[in-house]
């Protein structure tokens, strides 16, 4: 078990498994068809992202260094949120990327009823630990639990 | 963050509930970069990146309406990427019962509440809204709201704009108040170069391909590439412009590009040179081997990784007119070597529709009709985003294409083969 402190982007508390992507996580290329097509497990579909291509992304722990590609990503993630197909947390190495935010923030001030912490700054040791399967916990104060 | 006491009046509701969230949202997306502040938007008109009215997008939708029912409307017009479909096209009978039954259901319904909210004009569908013939072009220094990846790079590194990468949504809201949080691209400090990007090839880099390298490679960071002035010169003219289009497109759809600097060529490169470069800047050299080993490195989706392709699209960001006349004279010259009076594969040419009437004024439209190439404004990558197409070998030289599609990438030389004689290559 190993303890990461990170940075508060919106509040929450949960526990999920975790699956890591190594790489930057490209929200339209892992997101869209699986929303599209009424995948409910909200399956990746990232084929330059073989850590989690194919991998169920909805109610998991999505550890990541940050979000890349497409400025649509923001608003995929809303999505996600509005259709309750998001995953149960997003974990950053590294600082917060403008579309990850844009897509937690929207989600935070315009969807009722929804909550997925999102805690940034947490290194790159953190994403060096976590690995598929592990169970993460993510506390008020941005504590990432790792077990 | 700081806000002006007008700014606080509208969070605390004084212009209604509604344009308080808008202010929230944008307080909050400027709190988790530590914005100071926010501050005013200076350009004339801004771009949305959703152009798409998908049925699955329902909720961008609601969103949207909730703002026209509210009454809160921007005071700036804008553009909006391309439209998803075009009956120009080629698309077989059950893709077109998918596009227009399934999955863009909603398009009439969103291109209305398009021009409520404040659309330029019918023609205003186009990733490249900043070319001449369209008129959305910012000016250097000015303050953007914009989304759309491949048309914030583009402002920022060529024209000098400022503007972050903004998600969508974040793009009229943004616009809607007339504010944007002050960090990242849009301040000096966020503007300098992470990264030396020393080109050492024997010939001049193909864009796509340069681009996707230096994107995987610098990620969000800002490079400063050297050397490339050899290949594409000191003006920043059509051929310049067109080339540093795909290459921005790719270095920020690749990775997260928002601007790159070009020596002795983009605006601020000229002027401040390498006094952009950060301190301990790290280094990334390309070589031929280095641009060969990320193109073998793509994967291939394909099932048959050997099939004949079935549709080659070119134009993702949406070609310029110089590109358009260009390649007319390169596929009418390959298709005098290899025999044949037409291509033989279905291609699709996109470009913005202001730019294709401009096209169509020259005589080179008639010329490339000839060749069996079909014209469209259609967003390839909206067309090529559904199972069936998953399933269709589609070749292009658009590496953003490439990314989020299953589409396989080639080279422009290599796409000119295949298109004129024939062969998945």
Same mark, same amino acid.
């Given at each position: ?8 982007? #919106?509040? *929450?508390? %949960?526990?999920?498994? +975790?699956?890591?992507? @190594? ?48 400025? #649509?990503? *923001?608003? %995929?993630?809303?999505? +996600?949120?509005?259709? @309750? ?52 916990? %993510? ?9 | ?27 909050m997306y400027g709190d988790a970069f530590e914005a100071e502040k926010l501050v005013p938007i200076t350009s004339k008109n801004n771009h949305l990146v959703t152009s798409f009215g998908l049925k699955v997008m329902s909720p961008v939708y609601d969103l949207m309406q ?193 601007l790159y600097h070009i020596e002795n060529l983009t605006p601020e490169a000229v002027e401040q040179g390498q006094s952009l470069i950060k301190e301990n800047a790290k280094v990334y050299v390309i070589d031929d081997a280095e641009l060969e080993r990320v193109y073998r ?129």
């Amino acid at each position: 078990m190993k303890e990461f402190k990170g940075r508060v982007v #919106t509040p *929450g508390t %949960v526990t999920a498994k +975790a699956v890591v992507s @190594k790489q930057g996580f490209n929200t339209l290329a892992s997101m869209q068809m699986a929303l599209q097509f009424g995948d409910k497990q909200t399956k990746c579909g990232d084929q330059n992202n073989p850590d989690i291509n194919g991998k169920p992304l909805c109610g998991a722990a999505l550890c990541l260094p940050q979000t890349i590609g497409s400025t #649509t990503g *923001g608003l %995929v993630l809303y999505c +996600a949120c509005a259709m @309750k197909r998001q995953p149960a947390c997003m974990l950053f190495a590294n600082h917060i990327d403008s579309l990850a935010a844009a897509g937690a923030v929207l989600a935070d001030v315009w969807v009722d009823d929804i909550t997925m912490p999102v805690i940034d700054c947490l290194g790159d040791e953190f994403l060096d630990y976590v690995k598929d399967g592990m169970t993460v916990t %993510v506390k008020e104060d941005g504590t990432v639990v790792v077990e | 963050m700081i806000l002006t006491p007008e700014q606080q009046a509208i969070l605390d509701g004084a212009k209604g509930e509604t344009m308080a969230k808008v202010m929230k949202t944008m307080v909050m997306y400027g709190d988790a970069f530590e914005a100071e502040k926010l501050v005013p938007i200076t350009s004339k008109n801004n771009h949305l990146v959703t152009s798409f009215g998908l049925k699955v997008m329902s909720p961008v939708y609601d969103l949207m309406q909730q703002l026209l029912d509210s009454g809160v409307m921007s005071g700036q017009k804008f553009s909006v990427d391309p439209r998803p479909l075009d009956k120009n096209v080629p698309a077989s009978f059950l893709q077109n019962f998918v596009f227009n039954k399934i999955m863009y259901t909603k398009q009439d319904f969103y291109e209305e509440q398009l021009k409520k909210l404040g659309l330029l004009n019918d023609d205003a569908f186009t990733c490249t809204c900043y070319m001449d013939e369209v008129g959305n072009k910012p000016q250097k220094g000015e303050v953007l709201s914009w989304a759309e990846s491949s048309a914030v790079v583009y402002a920022n590194s060529v024209l000098g704009a400022r503007c972050n990468r903004n998600s969508g949504i974040i793009d009229i809201m943004g616009s809607i108040v007339g504010y944007v949080p002050y960090f990242g691209l849009l301040t000096d400090e966020g503007r300098k170069a992470d990264w030396i990007v020393k080109i050492e090839t024997t010939k001049k880099p193909e864009a796509q391909l340069l681009g996707s390298a230096i994107g995987m490679k610098v990620m969000e960071d800002v490079p400063y590439v050297v050397g490339l002035d050899k290949w594409i010169g000191t003006e920043l003219d059509d051929a310049a412009c067109t080339y540093l289009k795909d290459f921005g497109a790719a270095t920020a759809s690749n990775g997260a590009v928002g601007l790159y600097h070009i020596e002795n060529l983009t605006p601020e490169a000229v002027e401040q040179g390498q006094s952009l470069i950060k301190e301990n800047a790290k280094v990334y050299v390309i070589d031929d081997a280095e641009l060969e080993r990320v193109y073998r490195e793509y994967p291939v989706v394909w099932k048959n990784k050997d099939a004949e392709p079935k549709l080659c699209f070119m134009g993702c960001p949406h070609m310029s007119l110089e590109q358009l006349k260009s390649w007319t004279d390169k596929v009418e010259a390959a298709l005098k070597e290899a025999g044949n009076k037409k291509v033989v594969i279905p291609t699709v040419f996109t470009a913005a529709p202001k730019v294709l009437e401009q096209f169509n004024k020259t005589d080179y439209a008639a010329r490339l009709k000839a060749t069996g190439v079909i014209t469209s404004y259609i967003c390839p990558l909206m067309y090529m985003n559904n199972p069936l197409c998953k399933k269709m070998p589609v070749i292009t030289s658009s590496n953003k294409l490439r990314t989020y599609t299953s589409a396989r990438y080639y080279t422009d030389d290599e796409i000119l083969v295949a298109i004129t004689k024939g062969g998945n290559k």
